[in-house]
């Protein structure tokens, strides 16, 4: 089904070589029909990727959608041209005014950090507390999965011995949830972080639940008892190539970066990566919006 995409925004392009033609956003709908309208807050360094990975995943949809992008007043990203967010995102100040059905909130490079001093925190929670009230269902990615849990429920994050880096087995703890229709008993997901949430933090809270959870990786994706939020530690939107760029960077600033795991074909970078998850990411986000969002969850 075509997405309505701010109009020149590079991702289309670039999908377009994948065969993934996202047309002009106005064909497949018919009068009966609205877009669900989805906000995407994108925290993450680059930007154009994000979009591409996102967009990917979304246009999958069984409905219609219309996709906004939007940023923080409070934060001025490093990586990415001033011309770039002035065309395609717009800020919170002025979303805030309209009706969406469902967000996304990615991840950020900022979780060595307290919550309190990431720069954009108060504008952040703001968002959070705005998307609570007037959106049916918010997904947050990785960091931003920490920081929704730190700031409803006060749960903490915890420092990693390790980077917990790779693709790894994940058990959907409640199989009959909409958002897991049609999900094997195993799937994976790839994960790159430093710090965790802990399943003893959560279980105490009556409001959450540990929907999926990974014997190696930990907590998995939680969710509120009202089905409207989902926390997902990991990054399912990641493109095939993703963790092999980050090993390769990380090598090159040193040595003793050890490989993500369950990732490379054999075990062995050489034989680049054997992808295991992409399936299973695009029937969550398709579950997400045929079941949650127009369902009103």
Not at 159 to 187: C, E, H, N, S, Y
Not at 233 to 261: C, F, I, M, Q, S
């Given at each position: 089904?075509?997405?309505?995409?701010?109009?020149?925004?590079?991702a289309i392009d670039i999908l377009k070589h994948e065969n993934i033609f996202l047309g002009d956003g106005t064909q497949g709908q018919t009068n009966s029909e609205r877009r669900l309208r989805i906000a995407v807050l994108n925290l993450m360094p680059l930007k154009e990727t994000t979009e591409t990975d996102l967009v990917r995943l979304l246009s999958n949809s069984p409905l219609p959608l219309e996709i906004s992008?939007?940023?923080?007043?409070?934060?001025?990203?490093?990586?990415?041209?001033?011309?770039?967010?002035?065309?395609?995102?717009?800020?919170?100040?002025?979303?805030?005014?309209?009706?969406?059905?469902?967000?996304?909130?990615?991840?950020?490079?900022?979780?060595?950090?307290?919550?309190?001093?990431?720069?954009?925190?108060?504008?952040?929670?703001?968002?959070?507390?705005?998307?609570?009230?007037?959106?049916?269902?918010?997904?947050?990615?990785?960091?931003?999965?920490?920081?929704?849990?730190?700031?409803?429920?006060?749960?903490?994050?915890?420092?990693?011995?390790?980077?917990?880096?790779?693709?790894?087995?994940?058990?959907?703890?409640?199989?009959?949830?909409?958002?897991?229709?049609?999900?094997?008993?195993?799937?994976?997901?790839?994960?790159?972080?430093?710090?965790?949430?802990?399943?003893?933090?959560?279980?105490?809270?009556?409001?959450?639940?540990?929907?999926?959870?990974?014997?190696?990786?930990?907590?998995?994706?939680?969710?509120?008892?009202?089905?409207?939020?989902?926390?997902?530690?990991?990054?399912?939107?990641?493109?095939?190539?993703?963790?092999?760029?980050?090993?390769?960077?990380?090598?090159?600033?040193?040595?003793?970066?050890?490989?993500?795991?369950?990732?490379?074909?054999?075990?062995?970078?050489?034989?680049?990566?054997?992808?295991?998850?992409?399936?299973?990411?695009?029937?969550?986000?398709?579950?997400?919006?045929?079941?949650?969002?127009?369902?009103?969850?």
């Amino acid at each position: 089904m075509p997405l309505r995409l701010p109009a020149g925004l590079p991702a289309i392009d670039i999908l377009k070589h994948e065969n993934i033609f996202l047309g002009d956003g106005t064909q497949g709908q018919t009068n009966s029909e609205r877009r669900l309208r989805i906000a995407v807050l994108n925290l993450m360094p680059l930007k154009e990727t994000t979009e591409t990975d996102l967009v990917r995943l979304l246009s999958n949809s069984p409905l219609p959608l219309e996709i906004s992008f939007m940023k923080l007043r409070s934060h001025v990203p490093r990586h990415t041209p001033a011309e770039h967010m002035e065309k395609f995102y717009r800020d919170f100040e002025e979303l805030r005014k309209e009706r969406f059905d469902g967000m996304i909130v990615t991840g950020a490079p900022v979780e060595g950090m307290p919550f309190e001093e990431v720069d954009y925190w108060d504008e952040l929670t703001a968002v959070f507390d705005w998307a609570r009230r007037h959106v049916a269902s918010t997904l947050y990615i990785c960091w931003a999965a920490q920081a929704g849990l730190y700031h409803f429920y006060g749960v903490r994050k915890h420092p990693l011995p390790k980077k917990m880096f790779g693709i790894f087995p994940t058990v959907a703890l409640q199989p009959g949830l909409p958002i897991f229709r049609g999900f094997d008993d195993v799937f994976r997901m790839p994960q790159s972080r430093h710090t965790e949430i802990r399943r003893e933090d959560i279980d105490p809270i009556d409001d959450l639940e540990v929907i999926a959870e990974s014997a190696e990786s930990g907590v998995s994706i939680v969710m509120s008892c009202s089905k409207r939020d989902f926390f997902i530690t990991g990054h399912l939107e990641y493109a095939p190539d993703t963790l092999d760029k980050e090993y390769h960077r990380d090598l090159g600033r040193r040595n003793d970066v050890e490989a993500p795991r369950h990732y490379y074909r054999d075990g062995n970078p050489e034989n680049g990566p054997l992808v295991s998850w992409r399936a299973h990411a695009n029937l969550l986000f398709s579950n997400w919006i045929n079941w949650v969002l127009r369902d009103g969850h």
